[in-house]
């Protein structure tokens, strides 16, 4: 068993690998700071167990009308959610006429999702065009969840339009425990966080899915992550996955299963958990899950009037490997240019001035991302030194930001504390400058700057400019860093 190196002074004593194959047990000797409590596995819904399953497989045996699958078998799974988007629709719809032919119906109109939300708020008329091209699709099949936008001009006007598609999806009850989930985007993994399987896909397979509602996919090996311990106060999911993203490297989950299990998983709430799994895409993963529990039942009560069945996995399931991590060890983390895994210390990064900050993304943009942006804004009292850009992710998540209190502040809201602080007012929900896009998207990068960003990719030209540079850090991390103007440890201000 080897210990792998970790990004920390105590690196030895924080995150531990061992190798699990499908014929032996687990050696019973894991070199861990804790101990995982063992939890109660229920047994298959699938049928007789002969050979235990993940939940991954589980979810992909019941897809596919099989008893038992394992790693590497070819299957094809019965669809029940596809989403696609304002960028990947007008393909997909273009690929689905050109196959099945322009009067063909889609297989069933309640499980196609149509989400504009990348390149809405701009005057470009390319990206019009492709939200006309979905709303004519949507009119054309009767689509019953399509969430359109006709008022550029004042987002609020438009009843039907959502934002950011993967937190969308999560409100609007589209997410379900032991259901398959794709989406014409990467990080329809999100939705990994409510014990489904849920993974982006190209335009054609979007387009088969489309005219069939079934997809072939390979069953994926399963990497398991036990994260035990309770979570400090300066840490949130992001300063997590980034911890395993910058140990296993951008690679190191190809086509795999990311399983999230342990005692600080179950205290994370459904969008830290959302967090969680948005960024298994940057590992490579194929898809991350974490067993629905009581705060994923209570999250759905309201949303969704359809029944669903979680599936959890076995006691003597095989993993390819396992990895234990005590994240009372951990501090924050921001990952430096050019990609997910070139991970840091924040603290070690204190001289990296920066232009700008962003706070926003499907990664970071939901409502408890900003009420952890606004606690260490409040924590200091001053004011931003840099540009801070707040985008919520979704309609919902902007009226939080302007009704809800933040807990400590005698009342005050997300809105308040940022304007006092000196940010940018919330704009409207999108995907915004995440990932680039027209030149008039609100606060893209039009020049070579530095940004410290919430969101979950920092390739060159990503947010815009191919020479500006981004780091990628939490909320916590974000704020802290606007207030000083230098990549900064929110602990500077929270303690």
């Known amino acids: 068993m080897a210990t792998l190196s970790f990004i920390s002074s ?89 196959e099945f032919g322009d009067n063909a119906k889609v297989w069933d109109r309640e499980k196609v999702v149509l989400i504009p939300d990348h390149y809405i708020f701009t005057s470009d008329e390319r990206a019009k065009r492709n939200v006309d091209i979905l709303r004519d699709f949507a009119d054309e099949q009767n689509i019953k969840y399509f969430y359109d936008i006709t008022d550029r001009g004042n987002f609020k006007a438009n009843p039907d339009y959502k934002g950011v598609c993967h937190i969308a999806l999560a409100q609007e009850g589209h997410c379900r425990p032991g259901e398959i989930l794709v989406g014409t985007d990467s990080h329809t993994c999100t939705a990994g966080a409510f014990g489904q399987f849920a993974t982006g896909i190209g335009n054609t397979d979007a387009g088969f899915v489309l005219g069939t509602g079934k997809l072939l996919l390979k069953v994926p090996p399963t990497l398991r992550f036990v994260l035990d311990g309770e979570m400090p106060d300066y840490l949130l999911a992001k300063d997590l996955i980034l911890q395993i993203i910058g140990e296993i490297s951008v690679s190191g989950a190809t086509y795999k299963a990311m399983e999230f299990v342990g005692t600080t998983v179950e205290s994370l709430s459904m969008e830290e958990r959302m967090t969680l799994c948005n960024m298994v895409v940057e590992a490579g993963g194929k898809n991350g899950i974490i067993p629905a529990d009581a705060t994923t039942f209570k999250y759905l009560e309201g949303k969704t009037s359809l029944s669903y069945e979680p599936v959890y996995s076995d006691a003597q399931a095989g993993y390819l490997a396992e990895y ?32 700008r900050v962003y706070i926003g993304s499907c990664t970071g943009g939901k409502t408890v991302d900003f009420v952890a942006a606004a606690r260490v804004l409040l924590a200091s009292g001053d004011k931003v030194k840099v540009p801070t850009f707040i985008v919520p992710a979704t309609q919902k998540v902007w009226m939080d930001l302007y009704t809800l209190p933040v807990p400590g502040s005698g009342g005050k809201t997300c809105s308040e504390i940022f304007e006092q602080a000196g940010c940018d007012a919330p704009r409207s929900p999108s995907c915004g400058a995440c990932v680039g896009g027209p030149l008039d998207i609100y606060a893209r990068m039009n020049e070579p700057q530095v940004c410290l960003s919430t969101t979950n990719r920092n390739f060159p030209g990503r947010m815009g400019h191919k020479e500006g540079q981004i780091y990628l850090a939490s909320p916590y991390t974000a704020a802290a860093s606007a207030l000083t103007g230098f990549v900064t440890d929110p602990r500077e201000f929270l303690h």
């Open 10 to 98: 105590n690196s030895s004593l924080l995150f531990n690998k061992i190798s699990i194959s499908k014929q032996k047990k687990a050696p019973t000797k894991i070199l861990a700071v804790m101990t995982p409590e063992t939890s109660e596995r229920k047994p298959s819904t699938t049928g007789s167990v002969k050979t235990g399953m993940t939940m991954t497989e589980k979810i992909f045996a019941r897809a596919s009308e099989r008893s038992q699958l394992s790693p590497g078998e070819n299957v094809w799974v019965n669809v029940d959610i596809l989403m696609t988007h304002d960028v990947c629709g007008p393909g997909s719809i273009g690929v689905f006429k050109k």
């Open 324 to 355: 234990r991590i005590d994240v009372t060890k951990l501090e924050p983390l921001v990952a430096k240019p050019h990609s997910p895994d070139n991970c840091g210390l924040a603290r070690e990064c204190k001289d990296v001035k920066l232009d």
